[in-house]
């Protein structure tokens, strides 16, 4: 028998010497395991996870040092920990390398050669260009879905298939699919109907919930021709494809189908009831074979705590009966955010992850240096001389840089491999006032084996209009200038804003009897480009100068010297996205990035997400944070595999609910206490940006405004500083955040559900994770009418033998349910002020409504029915009449279960007002 009459299966595993090892059978079971996650007691971010339980230790198994332990030397600090619990439907899990699939032979019921219908249904780990299913391998390519990108980064289904084995045809959508579903479980299906009857093909794309359906069209694409299918020899392959190169989409997949014809037979098909976990095959209902191969498998477990055991305490009685080790475990969180040190500047960053370069100084030392030292171990430092000075203030992605205040400061070194033909760069740190100065070059260099040109001297200063301009000057072994190629290289129109990097790039190219020059600015090659008669030669020796010829400083300060070969231009040029820190980029790009050049395993839901500032010097966590906090979304411990993962903000809007509680029948347990308090009031808010202008929104109309009571509640005053690219987000982001801080409606701190005495909950409770929705529905008379919908922010967990509870923190969730153009709910603007014209009983439901401000309402039958709320009582209108104030309103009442009677002057609003999202 199931849970609750038989024990709950919870099984407990350690990583021992790199193996996963299960021992569940050590696990004391009188005390029960506790799991948190997310955010707790009412904190603004995400805690560690953490999870306690007991291991029997009487023979010192546990004890790391003990010699006599089995386990001995193959554990210790920061042990990996995970469990899990049986889920009740079996699925195919798939961690997405090379090799993991499931695969069934070829057989003459699959070789399908006119139209074909896929469909698949997943839950994957993440959306990312990838391999869902196909049957192709070697010159046998039927046909394939995969998930592909557009230009723009959206991510599309890609039906692929060939008439002949190997030329490949395909067809995908053009356009996203609606955001309404953007993340989380989802059915595809591709069908291809090769010959529609007027000498074309037609592919057509779907989704739906379900691979049930009901199913809504993607895009329709038609295509020239009619067509066919190759029937091949290749096995029908889910997950990684023998013939696709790339990626699988990682994740749970819970069903499968190919019908030979739109909407024709099944001929190979799998769901959940087809496969037991933990075999390796299984039949599906057309004969089938199916066999996993790599690290794909077929379970039914539903992690619940993925962590590291960081210490074990062993504990035993007085009389030496019982040892045992009480286990906290913690999330990765805990150990990101101990002992880390600030990165290095996103600059130095970018250029130590390249193939290294013949020189390279990042000049980034400490005040007090009195040379640069080279950014390679061995390599010859920049010695630093006179009025030069190290340790200036950084910009974008520079964390510091070298000043020259007087006029006899300079720095030089000597440069050894620089290839014949080469490229130099370096990037400026502009001072507050430009001056214009055509004494002192910026940065000079000598290539002493040329035939013509052997010194090359590069200005920057204003020209008389205030544009910033570059000056090259090329010089022979007399010192007279025999080229300026680049006499007006304007720089204004690549600069990235007041005070940022300006990187600067020079390349020299043989071509022939001449040789040819190429100039760029924040990696902008510039159109022009200049050749003469001459032969290239290595760059021996760079030289700084930084100051005119009195004590004014002219161009800031300098970093980042590099000297490279030709063929590195475009990764030199690369760079200057690294030289403003990034800037721009958008969070989820922020947040991968460096993730990836961490090692910190993470994944992200959703795309579109905000512009972000430069990265500062801080360590990986708190720059992953802060770009979190710019974007608004969630940060917090994934389940399943170990690791961090981002939800946006946008992904956070109007969601459907993931687990829907009814308290009328006994699925909420108590104590359920709804709130009316000032927690999360913030009316007046000022966002700023960091090194940027700032932004107030002050709420002063609304219930929770900043008037004194009885017509708001008083000033609950916020300041934050985020990280964005520019201003323009500033005023927009501030009232969002009043929007977050006066939602009107009572909080529910804590929603807890017994899974022991309602298990047909447990699907739907292991699905719901943070940021996701639970809905509240048949709520008591004595609490705000319901149904209202809730924000997983956290939660503990407890499982013991026969019970399972969960204690949901949350906050609400209806300042999330944004606008949706067209929409029938959420797409409809509020009016600017009605009310009652007269009093209307508790069941009376034709109302007469005056608009005190803006148009009247509509009167189009297209346009109903819709929701109003009135008084606490949610109503729907199926009709309105009347071409001037007041109108009559037709209603069905008590749709929240509230009926009462309203007095004439009560204000009728929308029950869901079209609020723009930010």
């Known amino acids: 028998m199931p849970f609750p009459d038989e024990p709950l299966d919870i099984r407990v595993e350690l990583q021992i010497g790199g193996v996963w090892t299960d021992i569940t059978g050590d696990v004391r079971t009188r005390e029960a395991i506790t799991i948190t996650r997310g955010r707790q007691d009412e904190g603004q971010a995400a805690d560690p996870g953490s999870c306690s339980l007991e291991i029997r230790n009487t023979n010192g198994k546990y004890s790391p040092r003990n010699p006599l332990s089995p386990y001995y030397g193959q554990f210790g600090r920061n042990t990996p920990i995970r469990v899990s619990v049986p889920g009740g439907y079996p699925y195919l899990a798939m961690p997405g390398g090379a090799g993991d699939r499931l695969s069934c032979p070829d057989r003459a019921s699959l070789d399908i050669t006119g139209d074909i219908d896929i469909r698949i249904e997943l839950t994957p780990d993440e959306w990312r260009a990838g391999s869902l299913v196909g049957k192709a391998s070697g010159s046998h390519w039927s046909w394939s879905l995969t998930m592909g990108a557009l230009s723009g980064g959206d991510l599309v289904p890609i039906l692929a298939w060939t008439e002949d084995g190997v030329t490949i045809r395909s067809h995908n959508p053009t356009t996203a699919a609606p955001p309404r579903v953007p993340t989380g479980r989802r059915a595809l299906r591709a069908t291809l109907d090769v010959d529609n009857g007027a000498g074309q093909h037609v592919a057509t794309f779907y989704y739906a919930d379900s691979i049930d359906g009901p199913w809504t069209v993607w895009e329709v694409r038609t295509g020239t021709g009619t067509t066919s299918l190759w029937s091949g020899t290749a096995p029908i392959e889910v997950g990684d494809i023998s013939q696709v190169s790339g990626d699988t989409v990682p994740g749970r997949y819970h069903a499968f189908e190919v019908r030979s014809g739109i909407d024709g037979p099944v001929v190979a098909g799998w769901r959940p009831d087809d496969m037991t976990a933990g075999s390796s095959s299984f039949t599906d209902p057309q004969g089938n074979v199916w066999t996993v191969a790599g690290a794909a498998s077929i379970s039914d477990r539903e992690y619940r705590f993925h962590g590291e055991v960081s210490e074990w305490p062993p504990k035993w ?138 010194d090359w001297s590069l200005y920057v200063f204003p020209d008389p209009s205030g544009s910033v301009i570059a000056v090259l000057e090329i010089a022979d072994r007399n010192g007279v200038i025999v080229l300026n190629p680049a006499p007006n290289w304007v720089l204004n129109n690549y600069l990235t804003g007041p005070g940022m ?8 190219n043989q071509f022939g009897a001449q040789v040819l020059l190429l100039v760029a600015t924040n990696g902008n090659e510039d159109p022009l480009s200049w050749a003469w008669v001459d032969t ?59 993730a990836a050049e961490e090692g910190i395993p993470l994944d992200v839901v959703g795309d579109e997400s905000e512009q972000v500032g430069p990265q500062g010097l801080a360590t990986a966590l708190d720059l992953i944070a802060e770009a979190a906090s710019a974007d608004g979304g969630a ?26 509680l009814d308290y009328s029948a006994g699925e909420i347990a108590p104590p359920l206490e709804p709130i009316d308090d000032d927690q999360l009031v913030r009316n007046d808010v000022t966002v700023e940006r960091v090194g940027g202008s700032s932004a107030r929104a002050i709420d002063e109309t609304s219930p929770l405004s900043v008037l004194p009571p009885p017509d708001g509640v008083g000033r609950y005053d916020e300041s934050l500083s985020l990280s964005l690219f520019d201003d323009s987000r500033l005023a927009d982001i501030a009232w969002w955040r009043v929007h977050l801080g006066t939602v009107d409606e009572a909080r529910y701190p804590t929603v807890a559900v017994n ?36 924000i997983v922010e956290g939660y503990t967990e407890t499982l013991g033998l026969y019970t399972w509870r969960i ?67 949610v109503m729907t209108v199926t009709a309105i009449s009347g071409a001037a104030s007041p109108q009559t309103f037709t209603v069905v009442r008590s749709v929240n279960g509230i009926s009462k009677a309203h007095a004439a002057g009560t204000d009728v609003r929308l029950a869901h007002p079209a609020i723009i999202g930010l």
């Open 755 to 790: 899974l022991h005495r309602h298990p047909h909950l447990i699907p739907a409770a292991l699905a719901t994770d943070i940021r996701d929705r639970i809905r509240l529905d048949g709520l008591p008379p004595y609490v705000p009418p319901g149904p209202t919908d809730q």
């Open 317 to 454: 009685t007085p009389g030496e009966h019982d040892a045992w080790v009480p286990i906290q475990a913690s999330g990765v969180l805990r150990r990101l955010g101990q002992g880390r040190k600030a990165l290095k500047g996103a600059l130095t960053r970018a250029i130590a992850g390249q193939t290294p370069y013949a020189a390279w100084w990042p000049l980034e030392d400490a005040a007090g240096a009195t040379q640069g030292a080279s950014g390679y171990a061995g390599g010859a430092p920049m010695i630093a001389t006179g009025d030069a000075a190290f340790g200036s203030e950084g910009a974008g992605g520079v964390a510091a840089g070298l000043t020259v205040s007087g006029t006899n400061g300079q720095a030089f070194a000597s440069v050894t491999g620089s290839p014949t033909e080469w490229a130099v760069s370096i990037v400026l740190i502009p001072p507050a006032q430009w001056v214009v100065d055509t004494v002192s070059p910026v940065i000079r260099w000598t290539t002493p084996g040329g035939t013509t040109a052997v």
């Open 635 to 660: 940060l917090y411990e994934r389940l399943d595999p170990p690791g961090l993962r981002y939800r946006t903000r946008v992904t956070g809007y109007n969601r459907p609910p993931t687990l829907t």
């Open 536 to 594: 290239s030669a290595p760059v021996t020796s760079i030289y700084l100068h930084t100051a005119a010829t009195d004590t004014v400083d002219t161009v800031g300060a300098v970093a980042h010297v590099l000297v490279g070969g030709r063929t590195r231009w475009g990764q030199m040029l690369a760079l200057a996205t690294a030289a403003q820190g990034h800037a721009g980029e958008t969070a989820v790009e922020r947040i991968t990035r460096v």
């Open 501 to 508: 990097p300006i990187h600067l790039a020079v390349m020299l």
């Open 807 to 873: 204690e949901f923190n949350t906050s609400p969730a209806s300042p999330w349910d944004v606008a949706y153009a067209d929409d029938p709910m959420w797409g409809r603007a509020d009016t600017d002020g009605s009310q009652l014209a007269a009093a209307v009983t508790a069941a009376a439901t034709t109302l007469s409504v005056a608009v005190t401000a803006g148009p009247l309402w509509t009167t189009s039958p297209a346009e109903f029915p819709f929701d109003v709320l009135i008084g606490g009582e």
